[in-house]
């Protein structure tokens, strides 16, 4: 049914650290590489190796440059777009089918991918751009929170959260239970600051991002300063006193 | 918004189609014989092409009956359920024109309200999305219906409800031109919102893209971001006025009530509606281009 649960039992999301993301893509590549296989239509990508290569993905890296109006050094955030798994989800209640679904127990919004006529009109309502068609199988995929890894008994217990989480190299991206205030993330949005994108669209999403610290500013107004008054001493000292009188 | 061709022909014929069901379901004109096999069939054919195009852009077609289970909370859904509905409600009715049968036209009240009610649905699933500014408001549900009224009074050769239905179009044309250029600004989302990093980055300055996340378009850019041809804007809100609104309303009343005559301007009207249709597709905004620097 489309209409959205009034509650869910868990929050699962993600934290999502702008200070760490390097924008090495390898989120990407892990997401896609683990939804190739497995649960639902494989991500199908289109004239993979010629002249126009284009796919479907779940994840996408953007990268934005803030410019300061002050004049220092522009800033490169690296920016990791997916599904924010929203408490109001704006993608749910528009499926004509019942094929997109946010579910009770753990708040994690899904496709069921036999239902979906493929209408696209669940990508149109979602302001994040969270959802793409595939072009070979003509059902809306989205981010699945890795739903087949993350209660998977089969895999070691290091690997049970989402593919981008296990593969991010700098621990960018952390994943858990958001409804309990003693998890690691939400402990870590409340010490960073987490924050929504976009929240006056009122889609209440669950993912946060945690903002790039300020770093610290070096003092431009001259730099070379302390290298240029050395104070020589000992046998260099004395030599240097010397000439200086000749 | 990428204007697909099949949901502009659908949503411009399924309209026309729905508006000369809604008057000849009222008995507006009372017809009899072929006059009116032909009306009846012309409003029939019009609906169930608009609804077969719309079938064209769908993923898996062949699912097209779980459509008809969401009506709680989908206006796809409830537009599915209402257009069977006025469908189904009207055939007795056309039936009993054609032949002459005499049935009593209760259902052609129903079916007449059913064809409204589908026109309505068919707007609010635009109407009610908040990620494309220009269609979130009132504006929308009100130039479906009026499109569907002046189109369907046209075919059914009422030029007084025709005129007056292409008079109000004119106005709330314009009035959707004016205050829709101005509604992507007015909701203030920008990169700076989207990202959050406007509000909360490390730096307070301006956002820009400085990489794109993929080389080539995806399904998102391809779909919701549309920039060919708008510089053509001006020239086609003209024809858009004139064809479906102006003109009419000033032919209608002069025009004697012959076939030709209707065909005309019904051509005109129809010319006019694809080419306000297309604007309303191609000018839609949708505020995940922020997230690609483009609109």
Not at chain 1, 5 to 32: N, S, Y
Not at chain 2, 200 to 220: C, D, K, M, W
Request: aromatic fraction near 10%.
């Amino acid at each position: 049914m489309t209409s959205l649960p009034t509650h869910t039992e868990k929050r699962l999301g993600l934290a999502i650290d702008l200070d760490t993301c390097v924008g090495c893509q390898a989120c990407v590549t892990a997401c896609k590489g683990w939804n190739d296989q497995g649960y639902g239509a494989p991500l199908s990508d289109q004239d993979p190796y010629g002249a126009a290569p284009s796919g479907a993905f779940l994840n996408r890296v953007h990268s934005y440059e803030i410019t300061a109006a002050d004049q220092s050094a522009a800033v490169i955030v690296n920016f990791p777009r997916s599904c924010l798994h929203c408490e109001d989800a704006p993608c749910v209640p528009v499926c004509p089918t019942g094929a997109s679904y946010k579910r009770v127990e753990d708040g994690i919004v899904l496709v069921n991918e036999d239902s979906c006529i493929g209408c696209g009109l669940c990508a149109w309502a979602c302001p994040y751009g969270a959802r793409e068609m595939d072009a070979d199988m003509g059902v809306m995929k989205k981010c699945t929170l890795c739903v087949d890894r993350i209660y998977n008994d089969h895999l070691p217990e290091e690997d049970r959260v989402p593919a981008c989480v296990r593969t991010c190299p700098t621990g960018a991206r952390h994943f858990g239970d958001f409804a309990d205030p003693e998890s690691t993330v939400s402990k870590l949005s409340a010490a960073r600051g987490g924050y929504d994108l976009m929240p006056d669209l009122g889609t209440r999403p669950t993912n946060k991002y945690l903002p790039p610290r300020r770093k610290d500013a070096p003092d431009l107004s001259a730099p070379l300063a302390p290298l240029l008054d050395i104070q020589a001493t000992g046998f260099a000292g004395w030599l240097d006193k010397v000439l200086g009188k000749i | 918004m990428h204007p697909a061709p099949s949901v502009i022909i659908f949503t411009v014929f399924s309209g026309m189609g729905f508006g000369l069901l809604a008057f000849l379901g009222v008995g507006l004109p009372a017809t009899s014989g072929w006059a009116a096999f032909f009306l009846w069939g012309l409003g029939y054919g019009l609906a169930v092409g608009g609804l077969l195009a719309s079938t064209f852009h769908l993923g898996n077609p062949q699912r097209f009956l779980r459509a008809f289970t969401q009506w709680r909370s989908s206006w796809l859904s409830r537009e599915a359920i209402a257009s069977v509905g006025c469908l189904l409600a009207l055939a007795p009715v056309a039936l009993s024109d054609w032949l002459q049968l005499g049935w009593p036209r209760g259902l052609g009240l129903i079916g007449a309200a059913l064809a409204v009610l589908t026109i309505f649905c068919t707007s609010m699933i635009y109407a009610q999305l908040k990620t494309i500014p220009r269609w979130n408001h009132w504006t929308t549900p009100a130039l479906f219906m009026l499109f569907a009224g002046a189109g369907g009074a046209i075919l059914a050769g009422q030029n007084g409800a025709g005129a007056v239905f292409s008079a109000l179009l004119v106005a709330v044309l314009l009035t959707a031109f004016r205050i829709g250029d101005g509604a992507f600004a007015a909701r203030a989302q920008t990169l700076g919102t989207a990202t959050g990093l406007g509000i909360i980055g490390p730096v307070q300055g301006a956002v820009r893209v400085f990489e794109q996340p993929h080389t080539s378009p995806n399904y998102l850019m391809r779909e919701m971001i549309y920039l060919v041809a708008r510089k053509h804007v001006e020239k086609l809100r003209a024809l858009a006025l004139i064809g479906a609104g102006i003109g009419p309303a000033l032919l209608l009343p002069l025009t004697p009530p012959t076939m030709m005559g209707f065909a005309v301007i019904a051509l005109l009207h129809l010319i006019g509606a694809f080419a306000a249709r297309w604007l309303f597709f191609a000018q839609a905004e949708h505020v995940v281009g922020l997230y690609y620097g483009q609109r």
